[in-house]
């Protein structure tokens, strides 16, 4: 049995013991969802049941080193500020005026190279490996105006802006290395692997054991065999090179953005 089998299954067995052994989960009735379950026939079941996490080589690089590091959410550093005023003596009791205010100060988030490996995305070499996006900062208004109309009745307009100042932060690069693929296909790591007859037991052992060097090489150069193609076809000779619009911008804040309200209380 190989590794890869094995692991497999003690993990499977450890997540079965755990919710079997779990009053909490007894009493709700609940449990986690399987990625194996049938419905009609149809194999995974939506939502949250698909393969973006349950491969083998999640977790891991495409050299098969973990792929520790932050993630693109990672945001230490972050500043945040609220204030508001109430002016409700000017036009008397029946009226009142709300004016806040709300900034934010985000440092940016890691940017990594992926490449699509055998039906999942996963991490080139290692995380963060683009740096980090801009700071992000913003700033946002509010004001809100009420008067009464009877006693527990009230009228309510809100006139609110978001990103005031109008700033274009980068939020995002381009993270497809790349220009013609960012694929390394199964047959690229084993040539006799049919989809049709065959798991990806050894092909996910090959990519665990930091064996996929050439593959990685083949990439960059076009030399892998899902690029150039079958034998005497016309993608023979092909190349891949790294994309112009790798690690560029891709996605920027949100433009300013002005929403008026009109709200009933009673």
């Known amino acids: 049995?190989?590794?890869?089998?094995?692991?497999?299954?003690?993990?499977?067995?450890?997540?079965?013991?755990?919710?079997?052994?779990?009053?909490?989960?007894?009493?709700?009735?609940?449990?986690?969802?399987?990625?194996?379950?049938?419905?009609?026939?149809?194999?995974?079941?939506?939502?949250?049941?698909?393969?973006?996490?349950?491969?083998?080589?999640?977790?891991?690089t495409a050299t098969g080193q973990p792929d520790n590091g932050f993630l693109a959410t990672d945001r230490r550093h972050a500043f945040k500020a609220y204030g508001g005023y109430s002016f409700n003596k000017w036009m008397g009791k029946s009226h009142a005026t709300d004016v806040s205010f709300f900034y934010t100060a985000l440092q940016g988030t890691p940017m990594t190279t992926f490449v699509n490996l055998v039906a999942s995305r996963i991490v080139l070499s290692k995380r963060g490996d683009?740096?980090?996006?801009?700071?992000?900062?913003?700033?946002?208004?509010?004001?809100?105006?009420?008067?009464?109309?009877?006693e527990r009745v009230s009228m309510a307009f809100d006139f609110?802006?978001?990103?005031?100042?109008?700033q274009n932060t980068v939020i995002s690069l381009s993270t497809g290395k790349y220009r013609v693929t960012n694929t390394i296909a199964a047959i690229d790591i084993d040539p006799n692997y049919?989809?049709?007859?065959?798991?990806?037991?050894?092909?996910?052992?090959?990519?665990?054991?930091?064996?996929?060097?050439?593959?990685?090489?083949?990439?960059?150069s076009g030399a892998n065999r899902s690029i150039q193609g079958p034998p005497l076809s016309k993608t023979i000779g092909r190349t891949n090179p790294v994309s112009s619009l790798y690690g560029q911008p891709n996605d920027y804040q949100n433009a300013r953005n002005v929403q008026f309200g009109f709200r009933i209380n009673f």
């Open 1 to 60: 049995m190989s590794f890869l089998n094995r692991g497999s299954i003690l993990r499977r067995r450890l997540i079965r013991r755990c919710i079997e052994g779990s009053p909490s989960f007894k009493k709700l009735g609940i449990g986690l969802a399987s990625s194996d379950e049938i419905n009609n026939g149809n194999g995974r079941t939506s939502p949250s049941v698909n393969r973006f996490f349950d491969y083998a080589v999640n977790g891991f």
């Open 130 to 150: 683009l740096g980090r996006t801009p700071l992000l900062t913003q700033t946002d208004l509010w004001l809100t105006h009420r008067f009464k109309i009877k």
């Open 160 to 166: 609110n802006i978001f990103n005031v100042f109008n």
């Open 194 to 220: 049919d989809g049709h007859t065959q798991t990806l037991t050894n092909v996910f052992n090959k990519i665990l054991s930091g064996q996929i060097g050439p593959q990685i090489d083949g990439l960059a």
